[in-house]
């Protein structure tokens, strides 16, 4: 099955703890995308990856920190919680320069 | 810069009525348009897309023309169904050869119980 998938699906931690996110994508592409949903449905990118190279970072806390070991993985790391990282993080990939993007299930971050 | 309007942060609808959700969008040159729908519990998938400027695209009954003189690509559907019930998102790459996606806040369709 060619797919974008995150793992884990839910994750409930306390604040000041470290998570990780893990995302892979077999569809063959070369760019891969992290996305925060809110409460409100708002999506906002935070990290771009092509060919390994970070090419996109928005104005994130520096708390949170992309991993890739190679253009078919793309983790995320927060290495200290706060309450408002609580909403659901979506992995995205795409493929060139025309391309639509495909998006994993995303994973719910619940800090307590 | 390059932005996304979606008015409605919710629609409310009877089962079979029609459904019309409003999209503008700013941006210079020829962008690619796109509408995301996202069901409960899923990530957003592609719905439909349009490249060229005043064609259609359409896809499960859903509709949307890529209106260049007014900057719109509103989506509409004819029916609307309980499966229907999603987050919709229209979205825009812009025409400068990036491929960097803006997403409009999305708009959450559901039927009247």
């Known amino acids: 099955e060619t797919a974008v998938f995150q793992t884990p699906n839910y994750h409930v931690t306390q604040v000041g703890n470290e998570v990780s996110f893990n995302c892979k994508q077999t569809?063959?592409?070369?760019?891969m995308y992290w996305y925060k949903q809110d409460s409100k449905k708002l999506l906002k990118i935070m990290f771009s990856?092509?060919?390994?190279?970070?090419?996109v970072n928005e104005t994130v806390p520096r708390r949170f920190s992309p991993q890739s070991s190679d253009k078919a993985h793309l983790n995320l790391r927060i290495k200290s919680v706060e309450p408002e990282d609580s909403a659901v993080y979506l992995c995205?990939?795409?493929?060139?320069?025309?391309?639509?993007?495909?998006f994993g299930s995303g994973t719910r971050l619940l800090v307590i | 810069g390059d932005s996304v309007i979606q008015m409605q942060g919710q629609v409310t609808l009877s089962e079979n009525d029609f459904l019309f959700i409003n999209c503008t969008y700013s941006?210079?040159?020829?962008?690619?348009l796109f509408w995301y729908v996202q069901y409960s519990g899923e990530g957003p998938q592609l719905l439909l897309q349009?490249?060229?400027?005043?064609n259609k695209g359409s896809s499960r009954g859903f509709e949307a023309t890529y209106d260049k003189g007014t900057t719109s690509f509103h989506l509409q559907k004819t029916s609307v169904q309980e499966i229907d019930s999603a987050v919709y998102y229209c979205?825009?790459?812009?025409?400068?050869?990036?491929?960097?996606?803006?997403f409009g806040k999305g708009t959450k369709f559901s039927l009247i119980p």
């Open positions: 995205a990939s795409s493929k060139g320069q025309n391309s639509d993007y495909t």
């Open positions: 569809l063959g592409h070369d760019t």
């Open positions: 990856y092509n060919n390994k190279q970070l090419i």
């Open positions: 941006t210079t040159g020829y962008p690619t």
């Open positions: 349009v490249t060229t400027a005043n």
């Open positions: 979205a825009m790459r812009p025409g400068t050869g990036s491929n960097r996606l803006t």
